[in-house]
């Protein structure tokens, strides 16, 4: 066999089957993705001190209820625009949203009425739902920590944005 007859043979039996094993091995995890934004339904964010989750937001009917500067409550109707929420599946998913554990919160009997913020999110699909407590307290992975206190920063910058919309 010449030289260019090997390169070839090469290519033929063992790149090729590589790349349409790829495909095929690729192509079958992106169809089978557990948390696709074709499914997505809502997001709820909750969040305050201690217990009480004064702060809500719920995009799927945009109830948006928050206490003011004044210890007022505010009720509002807040809508995010479907790239918004599209951002916010996809930060969620750049930062490892889906294998947050579901309590990352410390436990309240060491609190003791500590006034330490809360956030309580939740994704809702169609076929799944992922929801994370979250406790500033967490005395867990600081990666994990880190990655839920961007996430939360990107929730409320976004509530933000579209309030003064």
């Not at 109707?77 to 930060?91: S, V, W």
Request: charged share 30%; hydrophobic share 35%; proline share 3%.
């Amino acid at each position: 066999m010449d030289n260019r007859k090997k390169k070839i043979f090469l290519l033929l039996s063992i790149v090729v089957p590589f790349l349409l094993y790829c495909f095929y091995y690729y192509g079958m995890m992106v169809k089978n993705a557990p948390y696709k934004f074709s499914e997505f339904d809502s997001i709820v964010f909750n969040y305050g001190t201690g217990d009480s989750l004064l702060n809500r937001y719920n995009s799927k009917n945009g109830d948006y209820e928050y206490v003011n500067s004044r210890d007022s409550v505010v009720k509002s109707h807040l809508k995010l625009r479907n790239d918004d929420l599209l951002y916010l599946h996809r930060k969620a998913a750049d930062l490892g949203f889906w294998d947050f554990p579901s309590n990352m919160a410390d436990d309240s009997t060491k609190r003791k009425g500590s006034k330490v913020p809360r956030y309580y999110i939740e994704f809702k699909y169609k076929r799944k739902t992922k929801k994370v407590t979250f406790d500033e307290a967490f005395g867990g992975n600081p990666n994990l920590k880190d990655a839920a206190q961007r996430l939360i920063k990107e929730l409320q910058n976004k509530l933000i944005e579209a309030e003064k919309r």
